[in-house]
């Protein structure tokens, strides 16, 4: 995965993580996040967002010509989250088609005065999961007939400048910390910290309590955390 400098300072820098505890929200009930709760939690005023939403809306009432704006505005924030789940940005384009699909077939089911990018970020989420699953059992096969191949050799970094090189290293570091995390850990940390959900969104995609989805978001900080001061300590 190759991300360019803004988007490298995002991977390597952690911020606090924190919120009230709340109930139980459910995974994909549109219903349990009105829009003015969303953006009064985040405390910003996301045009996006509210475009996004209001497309949704018309999309959800049967405009078929909206899903063309609809994937516009939505489609880059579902990807860059499925690049962060998977750290895979060939798959991730996959799961983006998948994942609108999804969206396509569900429209009905959406509520008008509903949050969209929580919703959107749900089923990309089970979209991926169901990937997962897939995958753990055709690598299962693999493994059991002896086709697994070798994985592929990187580029030798002989000829990156220092700084590109320091680079590269953490965010490898970052990237196979996050891929060793439990997935329930990886996603609340993408969630919160990458995408700028709050924690009652994040409760709303991942079908978990506040309280729940925040400590799979620390520990998965303390574990990155971690992995970067050993990572500082070798330099």
């Given at each position: 995965m190759v991300l360019p400098g803004a988007e490298l300072t995002m991977w390597v820098s952690f911020g606090h993580i924190g919120a009230s505890s709340a109930a139980a929200l459910p995974m994909v009930d549109s219903k349990a996040m009105p829009r003015s709760a969303i953006r009064a939690a985040t405390g910003t005023a996301d045009a996006s967002a509210r475009l996004l939403d209001a497309v949704?809306?018309?999309?959800?009432r049967g405009e078929d010509g909206a899903f063309g704006e609809l994937y516009r505005h939505g489609a880059p924030r579902v990807r860059g989250f499925l690049i962060r789940l998977s750290g895979d940005p060939?798959?991730?384009?996959d799961l983006t088609q998948e994942a609108f699909l999804r969206v396509h077939k569900a429209r009905?089911?959406?509520q008008a005065g509903a949050a969209a990018l929580p919703w959107f970020f749900a089923i990309a989420?089970?979209?991926?999961?169901?990937?997962t699953r897939y995958a753990q059992v055709r690598r299962a096969v693999e493994l059991s007939d002896g086709s697994v191949s070798p994985p592929e050799r990187e580029a030798d970094a002989d000829t990156k400048g220092d700084e590109a090189?320091?680079?590269?290293e953490t965010l490898d570091l970052v990237r196979a910390t996050l891929a060793k995390l439990p997935v329930f850990q990886r996603e609340a940390f993408v969630l919160l910290r990458f995408e700028g959900l709050s924690v009652s969104e994040a409760a709303q995609v991942l079908g978990a309590t506040e309280g729940a989805v925040k400590i799979r978001a620390f520990r998965a900080y303390e574990a990155l955390r971690a992995a970067l001061g050993q990572g500082e300590g070798r330099r």
């Amino acid at each position: 995965m190759v991300l360019p400098g803004a988007e490298l300072t995002m991977w390597v820098s952690f911020g606090h993580i924190g919120a009230s505890s709340a109930a139980a929200l459910p995974m994909v009930d549109s219903k349990a996040m009105p829009r003015s709760a969303i953006r009064a939690a985040t405390g910003t005023a996301d045009a996006s967002a509210r475009l996004l939403d209001a497309v949704m809306e018309r999309y959800a009432r049967g405009e078929d010509g909206a899903f063309g704006e609809l994937y516009r505005h939505g489609a880059p924030r579902v990807r860059g989250f499925l690049i962060r789940l998977s750290g895979d940005p060939a798959l991730a384009d996959d799961l983006t088609q998948e994942a609108f699909l999804r969206v396509h077939k569900a429209r009905g089911n959406f509520q008008a005065g509903a949050a969209a990018l929580p919703w959107f970020f749900a089923i990309a989420r089970n979209a991926f999961l169901d990937h997962t699953r897939y995958a753990q059992v055709r690598r299962a096969v693999e493994l059991s007939d002896g086709s697994v191949s070798p994985p592929e050799r990187e580029a030798d970094a002989d000829t990156k400048g220092d700084e590109a090189l320091i680079a590269r290293e953490t965010l490898d570091l970052v990237r196979a910390t996050l891929a060793k995390l439990p997935v329930f850990q990886r996603e609340a940390f993408v969630l919160l910290r990458f995408e700028g959900l709050s924690v009652s969104e994040a409760a709303q995609v991942l079908g978990a309590t506040e309280g729940a989805v925040k400590i799979r978001a620390f520990r998965a900080y303390e574990a990155l955390r971690a992995a970067l001061g050993q990572g500082e300590g070798r330099r």
